[in-house]
């Protein structure tokens, strides 16, 4: 069965680095194919991976605006808007493929290019068998249910309580309104330093009756390559962040682990 996994949260939690260290794990340990979905228009993961940031659905959506015989065509021609979509702005990173939204032209509404996001998301996951999206900051795409066929919410929080409290709050509007099918909800506590605090935002989640599904400690090769524009998916298996992802993945979705030791573990951590 395909998966869908959306990763969402707080502004700057580290959102876009998870979608790829999660996307990296996946092309690396299974023979899955993977469609890496930039659903932020401001394309951060696009250009953090160096891919191409014209091939994008909202430049798809321009074309069909400013030319009603490339609309004509791709609704009622011969090919599928599916097709369009995989022919216009699928790119191939290797082993994985990457759809992004990209952002409007000019000032504008976003509205229709996350409709087509949605419909993008639907049509092509269709032929992955995992579809990683990595979302805009806050509760909006959810709201839009832009995810709405998703089967697993990673929520990503850091030691602050205003990160848990927007988690909560996006946890809500995907309950309530947002995803329209039963989901796994799993939060992951990432740039966590050694001296961090967590008591409270433990104390907060347990109160909600969550559990933290894991860690990923702040890492010092993720600030090295940001800041020489090298791809994290090139981070060595050595990388505490690349490590810590590898172990929370294999437990949530190859589950080779022992749940109970994986508990324990996690407490003694936090
Ligand atoms: N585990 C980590 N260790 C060290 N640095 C990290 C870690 N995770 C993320 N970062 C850094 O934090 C910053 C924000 O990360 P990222 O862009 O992934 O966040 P985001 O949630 O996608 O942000 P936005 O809301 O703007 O989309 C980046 O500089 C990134 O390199
Ligand atoms: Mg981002």
New binding site residues.
């Given amino acids: 069965m395909p998966k869908i996994i959306a990763v969402s949260?707080?502004?700057?939690?580290?959102?876009?680095?998870?979608a790829a260290l999660i996307t990296k794990f996946f092309s690396e340990n299974t023979d899955k194919k993977i469609l890496l979905v930039d659903a932020?228009p401001?394309i951060?993961?696009t250009l953090?991976l160096g891919m191409d940031p014209l091939k994008t659905l909202s430049n798809l959506r321009e074309k069909f605006v400013t030319s009603a015989e490339a609309a004509q065509e791709a609704m009622f021609g011969d090919k599928h808007i599916r097709d369009t979509i995989y022919d216009e702005c699928l790119q191939n990173g290797g082993r994985f493929n990457l759809l992004a939204m990209g952002r409007p032209e000019g000032p504008g509404c976003f509205c229709s290019v996350n409709e087509l996001l949605r419909y993008g998301i639907e049509s092509v996951s269709k032929n992955f068998d995992i579809t990683i999206i990595?979302c805009?900051?806050g509760p909006e795409q959810v709201n839009r249910r832009v995810t709405k066929s998703i089967d697993d919410l990673i929520l990503?929080i850091e030691p602050t309580v205003r990160s848990v409290q927007t988690a909560l709050y996006i946890k809500k509007v995907a309950e309530t309104y947002g995803v329209q099918k039963s989901f796994s909800l799993h939060i992951i506590l990432?740039?966590i330093g050694k001296h961090d605090r967590t008591k409270n935002i433990k104390s907060i989640l347990s109160s909600e009756g969550i559990k933290i599904s894991g860690i990923?400690?702040?890492?010092?090769n993720?600030?090295e390559y940001?800041s020489i524009g090298k791809s994290i998916l090139d981070l060595s298996h050595e990388s505490p962040?690349v490590k810590a992802v590898g172990e929370i993945f294999t437990f949530l979705y190859l589950q080779k682990e022992v749940n109970f030791v994986r508990e324990r573990e996690l407490d003694q951590q936090i």
């Fill in positions: 949260g707080k502004g700057g939690i580290g959102k876009s680095t998870l932020d401001s951060s993961l953090m990595d805009e900051a990503v990432n740039k990923v400690p702040l890492d010092e993720i600030a940001d962040s």
